[in-house]
């Protein structure tokens, strides 16, 4: 992450991130906070304000809300990764689901975190963006044979229904008897 200087001379330097919502309590308070824990803090509350503090400031990271009044958080988005595709975005919302946070983190957002958020969840957003991907474990997979995937599925289906068998048998669409006989026998090894 860059790292810019401060207003004071002879201060360290710290992180900019530009804070974006359209309630300013919200915006007030994750301001203060950043600033608690080192960074410089700029705050927008809607898409023009926040691409002029863009323009002027060239802030390393940003926090977006999804919606707004005017232009959203998608717009808002797609146009800072046009103007600087090197600012980390981190998409707040209330109104999460899975088709907004694909979109965001197709469109360049570094992570998606839902309403109510603090600083430190949103600086988590930030790390965990910076991770590495997690690599796929180098095991070999053995999958179960098909009478033990039956076995393992038609207790699962009694669990369900707490034993009731004739419920379990309804269920899985076979007679009573035929399933009782099932449950006879001893599960398959594999």
């Known amino acids: 992450m860059a790292q810019r200087p401060t207003d004071e001379?002879?201060?360290a330097p710290s992180t900019c991130v530009l804070l974006v919502d359209d309630d300013e309590i919200l915006r007030r308070t994750l301001a203060r906070a950043f600033k608690r824990r080192g960074y410089q803090?700029?705050?927008?509350?809607?898409?023009?304000?926040?691409?002029?503090?863009?323009r002027q400031e060239a802030p390393d990271m940003a926090?977006?809300?999804?919606?707004?009044?005017?232009?959203?958080?998608?717009?808002?988005?797609?146009?800072?990764?046009?103007?600087?595709?090197?600012?980390?975005?981190?998409?707040?919302t209330g109104y999460g689901s899975i088709a907004t946070a694909i979109e965001a983190v197709r469109l360049g957002a570094?992570?998606?975190?839902?309403?109510?958020?603090?600083?430190?969840?949103?600086?988590?957003?930030?790390?965990?963006?910076?991770?590495?991907?997690?690599?796929?474990?180098?095991?070999?997979y053995k999958a179960p044979s098909l009478a033990?995937?039956?076995?393992?599925?038609?207790?699962?289906?009694?669990?369900?229904?707490?034993?009731n068998?004739?419920?379990?048998?309804?269920?899985?669409?076979?007679?009573r008897r035929s399933l009782q006989r099932k449950l006879q026998k001893y599960p398959p090894k594999d």
């Open 9 to 11: 001379p002879g201060d």
């Open 41 to 54: 803090a700029l705050t927008a509350g809607n898409h023009a304000e926040a691409m002029e503090q863009i």
């Open 63 to 92: 926090v977006i809300d999804l919606k707004m009044p005017g232009p959203g958080g998608l717009e808002l988005l797609q146009d800072i990764k046009a103007h600087d595709a090197t600012i980390q975005v981190v998409v707040l």
């Open 110 to 140: 570094t992570y998606y975190v839902p309403k109510p958020a603090d600083a430190d969840d949103i600086l988590a957003a930030f790390e965990r963006g910076a991770a590495p991907p997690l690599q796929a474990a180098e095991t070999d």
């Open 148 to 163: 033990r995937a039956e076995w393992e599925h038609i207790n699962r289906v009694l669990a369900d229904c707490g034993g």
């Open 165 to 175: 068998i004739s419920e379990a048998a309804r269920r899985l669409g076979v007679h």
